[in-house]
Structures are given as structure tokens and as C-alpha cells.
């Protein structure tokens, strides 16, 4: 069985710093691309960055870049998000996606959100 495992939301002021992670298991972690994404209220869910297998390549939305950092270790089966210069319109449920096709087969694995609000 499946299960993604976030962790590290919070409530934290503006301009403030947390770091998500997200924990694996259940699957082969190395062979997925890890993703994070977010859902305010009344919002879609949009992605916030994503990062390859094997690490090697990264991409962020817009508004995120530059603030936020992807990263993960294949060894501990972790996908973590580092979260700088935090903005109140940052505040949303953030989400752990791993993603891998093996054609014609698409696995797509989500947790369970790990609330972050931004306010002072």
C-alpha cells in the first residue's frame, strides 16, 4: 500500500520560513517523480514545483521561484520543499504527488495535505 506522509505545516508570520516533507512508502521512490502542490480555499489545487527521479531537473511555478526550493533524498524515500520569504497568500493545504507512467499505465499517489497558513 501506497502512503505519503506530509509533514511540517504550521502557522508562521510573514517573511518566515518552514520546510515540508514529505515521507514515502510503498513504492519505488527513485523511479517517481515527486511533486508539491497546493490548494487555497476556494482555489484549484495549482503545482508548486516538481522534481525528476533522480533529482536531477526542477520546475516551479511562477510566484514560487526563487522562494521555494524542491528537493529529495532517494535514500530516505523524502521529497521535501523549502519554503522561504512566505506571503499571507501562500496560506493553503500543501500536497505530496508521486507520478510515474510505465505505458500504458499511470500511477499517481497523493497524501494527505499538511495545512500551512501564513499571518501575523
Known amino acids: 500500500q501506497v502512503q505519503l506522509v506530509e509533514s511540517g505545516g504550521g502557522l508562521v508570520q510573514p517573511g518566515g520560513s518552514l520546510r515540508l516533507s514529505c515521507a514515502a512508502s510503498?513504492?519505488?521512490?527513485?523511479?517517481?517523480?515527486m511533486s508539491w502542490y497546493r490548494q487555497a480555499s476556494g482555489k484549484e489545487r495549482e503545482l508548486v514545483a516538481a522534481?525528476?527521479?533522480?533529482?536531477?531537473?526542477?520546475n516551479y511555478t511562477d510566484s514560487m521561484k526563487g522562494r521555494f526550493t524542491i528537493s529529495r533524498d532517494n535514500a530516505k524515500n523524502t521529497v521535501y520543499l523549502q519554503m522561504n520569504s512566505l506571503k499571507p497568500e501562500d496560506t493553503a493545504v500543501y500536497y505530496c504527488?508521486?507520478?510515474?507512467?510505465?505505458?500504458?499505465?499511470?500511477?499517481?499517489?497523493w497524501g494527505q495535505g499538511t495545512q500551512v497558513t501564513v499571518s501575523s
Open positions: 510503498g513504492l519505488i521512490f527513485k523511479r517517481y517523480r
Open positions: 522534481i525528476t527521479s533522480a533529482g536531477g531537473t526542477t
Open positions: 504527488n508521486a507520478f510515474r507512467t510505465i505505458t500504458p499505465y499511470k500511477y499517481d499517489y
